[in-house]
């Protein structure tokens, strides 16, 4: 939980850990010893002394008294031993851990730190915030009482009001307890109240407690005006809970919470949000995620994690309110699993310091997946696991590393699903083992592998409903090898490590008709430089390519010897054909796709560079002989000269399937000083105003599809954001959102938060002030 500012500097203006009276150093007359205890003697300069010694010291002129690190100065000062009480009048100044204290008079019980100080301006340096009281009243035991308090962390040193203040009637400070409660509370910006508490409590440090927290406002097509106010409660030290009621203009009353417990062998967390009666679509409307993870006995881990909506409509209307990184497609897991291992020493488990053993792992697993269709984008699911039951081990021998794993699936279709009919039920179990046998010295490394898929099947057939069942065994042999040589050279003003890598990896898999399976969860891989050297085109179980070809490679990089950073990379991959590809996969990824006859694959290219100051520079391209230009491209570009200051670039073209471009930004358009004069305030401030945004712009759709842009506003003791984001439902709908946010820095957050569609959205973006940072003068651009 963020630390609270205002919490720190109530505890700061109550006197700390305890009371100043626990700071010392070195005595004029020593308090009694019933006062004294341990503290340290107290140390008292001035231009004039006099009084009587043991019973009364009085100070004038520029007199100072200090004791363990707190001091207090003042014109006139006396200090009574036997009460321990001092008493200081005219310019008074008590400086104590970092907090300043000035006004015309205070009188202390120094070591129970009792009494009072009269219209204290105080200063916490560390916060660089702080204030003004009509007085302070110090109760002893770490409590203490402010009267007429104000607290702000805007310049006060001018003639006029500061940009944002908040004042309280009265303070009532208790350390022990680890509570404030203000009463009479307003916040006022720019003159104007615009948060009133007639109570408010609040936690001192930062530590939980129950109560209501900033309200945040949004703003959507689909909606209208949200208002949410959250109600924390802290429940137990390890169990909490938000309750946010919320009105929507457009849609009525609803109600979000958010439950989170964590136990010596569980922890989890609850999201549940309702709209009991939905006034546009007439009926009522929620969500539910949870996430569990437990300890059970025998060694037995459960974790569970589901995601449910309402309707189909959910993601369209309510964009932000899923975690789930695809948003029509929502996935509930749960399952059971126990870790096996047992070193070969019998003295530990699993492979530990590259020791011979063997470790794994037992499970027993179920997916679910809700689909949310739409008429203008149907989508095709994956199939549910109903039933996953499966054991891995890894382990090692020697030189020789090994690897098996042996699974049962049972397969089903969503009830939702936008696929073929010829997509069936059914099941499968199967079996994948590997050994290696790796090789390894500086300069050069060699992998022989010997890998096997075996797969048996039982489905219904789509068209009769007869139960069918097929079996395959596939092996594959691969050899996987390279160099690593490295130079010291010198290039742009540096001094740099240059290195050559060259790869060559041959792979043998026999050819396995496999048209006639069912096709559970393969799919064709994304064809890149990880890919290009794997030993199958496919991932999941269900389809492993026929292979018998040669990938060579080559990349280069230069490293910068002082910082370790990456100044260049250059590479270079292709794969070429000793006999015809049979089972291969389609331009989509699905399987099944015609046979591949040339002998070479397309050419993989890649290129990134930062050797030209604040420049960095990415490009990937896959270049098809057959037709002598680019099918895929990949090209990016980021300028970032100083904070705060960004703009990328990036092209994306996928032949026959997409064309975009993408760009982003954060850039300062205005840095001046600016007088803000009105009703009810004064002064001025100065500030820096920012453009954000990203825009997405789809050049075969000729349109743009996703967007973002905002400003953000630093006037150094607050930020105002405005950041409008337009998401794409479908081809011709879309949804936008407005997020509006004040930042009173030092203080809290008011409204919707952008920030993390912010970070989400702009390569490089950075907070104009970081997580509890204090106030500041505005960023410079």
Not at 62 to 69: I, P
Not at 228 to 250: F, G, K, L, S
Not at 322 to 336: D, I, K, M, N, Y
Not at 438 to 458: D, E, F, I
Request: net charge neutral.
């Amino acid at each position: 939980m963020r630390l609270n500012p205002l919490a720190v500097a109530a505890a700061l203006l109550a006197g700390g850990q305890a009371a100043w009276a626990q700071q010392a150093q070195a005595p004029v007359a020593p308090a009694s010893a019933a006062s004294a205890g341990k503290q340290g003697p107290i140390v008292l300069d001035a231009r004039q002394l006099s009084g009587q010694a043991g019973l009364d010291v009085r100070a004038e002129g520029d007199v100072e008294l200090s004791r363990d690190g707190m001091v207090i100065r003042a014109d006139h000062l006396s200090y009574e031993p036997p009460e321990d009480r001092a008493h200081a009048k005219g310019n008074v100044r008590v400086e104590r851990s970092g907090a300043v204290y000035s006004g015309p008079e205070v009188e202390l019980s120094v070591q129970r730190f009792e009494g009072w100080f009269l219209e204290p301006h105080f200063e916490f340096t560390q916060l660089r915030a702080g204030g003004h009281a009509a007085r302070v009243d110090f109760l002893g035991d770490g409590r203490s009482r402010a009267i007429d308090a104000s607290y702000t962390s805007c310049p006060r040193d001018g003639p006029g009001e500061p940009a944002w203040v908040l004042r309280a009637d009265r303070v009532d400070i208790d350390l022990d307890a680890n509570e404030g409660v203000a009463e009479g509370a307003v916040l006022h910006f720019l003159g104007q109240p615009i948060l009133a508490l007639p109570t408010m409590s609040f936690a001192l440090g930062d530590t939980r407690r129950s109560g209501w927290l900033p309200p945040t406002v949004g703003i959507d097509n689909r909606s209208g005006l949200d208002l949410a106010v959250p109600y924390y409660w802290n429940i137990a030290p390890n169990r909490d809970a938000t309750i946010t009621p919320r009105i929507i203009t457009r849609r009525g009353f609803g109600a979000d919470l958010e439950l989170r417990y964590l136990e010596p062998a569980y922890a989890g967390e609850l999201q549940l949000d309702a709209l009991p009666d939905d006034r546009v679509t007439k009926r009522s409307r929620g969500s539910l995620q949870w996430t569990h993870d437990g300890l059970l006995p025998w060694g037995v881990r459960a974790r569970a994690d589901l995601t449910r909506v309402s309707d189909d409509d959910w993601w369209r209307d309510f964009p932000g309110r899923l975690r789930s990184l695809t948003p029509r497609l929502l996935a509930t897991h749960a399952g059971f699993e126990r870790p096996l291992g047992l070193a070969a020493s019998g003295d530990g488990i699993g492979l530990v310091d590259g020791r011979d053993g063997v470790e794994g792992l037992t499970y027993l697993r179920t997916t679910r997946w809700q689909v949310l269709q739409a008429s203008d984008a149907p989508i095709v699911a994956p199939y549910e696991r109903a039933l996953q039951f499966g054991v891995q081990l890894d382990g090692r021998a020697t030189h020789l590393q090994w690897s098996l794993q042996s699974e049962f699936n049972r397969f089903i279709l969503p009830s939702n699903d936008a696929g073929t009919a010829l997509r069936t039920d059914g099941e499968r179990a199967h079996v994948l083992a590997a050994a290696s046998l790796p090789w390894r010295a500086p300069g050069w490394w060699v992998v022989p592998r010997l890998a096997l898929n075996a797969a048996g099947y039982r489905w219904p057939d789509a068209v009769s409903g007869e139960p069918r069942r097929a079996w395959r065994a596939i092996p594959t042999f691969s050899i996987d090898a390279g160099l690593e040589l490295e130079r010291q050279t010198q290039a742009f003003g540096r001094q740099l490590r240059q290195t050559l890598e060259p790869r060559v990896m041959y792979v043998n898999t026999p050819y396995r008709l496999q048209s006639d399976l069912p096709d559970f969860d393969a799919a064709g891989k994304d064809f890149n430089f990880a890919s290009i050297y794997s030993d199958n085109a496919f991932s999941g179980i269900d389809r492993v390519a026929d292979a018998h070809q040669i990938t060579a490679g080559v990349t280069t990089r230069l490293v910068d010897l002082a910082s370790g950073a990456e100044a260049l990379r250059l590479g270079i991959a292709q794969r070429y054909l000793l006999r015809p590809q049979l089972v291969t996969a389609q331009a989509d990824g699905t399987v099944d796709g015609p046979p591949t006859t040339g002998r070479f694959s397309d050419l993989l290219l890649l290129g990134s560079t930062s050797v030209l100051p604040s420049w960095k520079l990415d490009a990937s391209v896959q270049y098809n002989a057959d037709v002598s230009r680019p099918v895929r491209s990949i090209v990016g570009v980021r300028y970032a000269p100083a904070p705060f200051h960004t703009l990328s670039a990036n092209y994306r073209y996928a032949r026959g399937l997409s064309e975009q471009i993408d760009v982003g930004w954060q850039w300062p358009i205005l840095a001046r000083a600016m007088a803000a004069r009105g009703a009810g305030s004064g002064g001025s401030c100065s500030g820096s105003l920012y453009t954000v945004g990203r825009v997405n712009y789809s050049m075969r759709d000729r349109r743009v599809t996703d967007s973002l842009l905002g400003l953000e506003y630093d006037a150094g003791c607050w930020i105002a954001r405005v950041v409008a984001e337009r998401l794409s439902t479908g081809s011709t709908q879309a949804t936008t959102r407005l997020m509006l946010q004040l930042e009173l820095v030092g203080l809290s957050r008011l409204g919707s938060n952008p920030l993390q569609a912010l970070r989400d959205n702009i390569p490089g973006y950075e907070m104009l002030r970081g997580e509890g940072a204090p106030a500041s003068g505005p960023s410079s651009p």
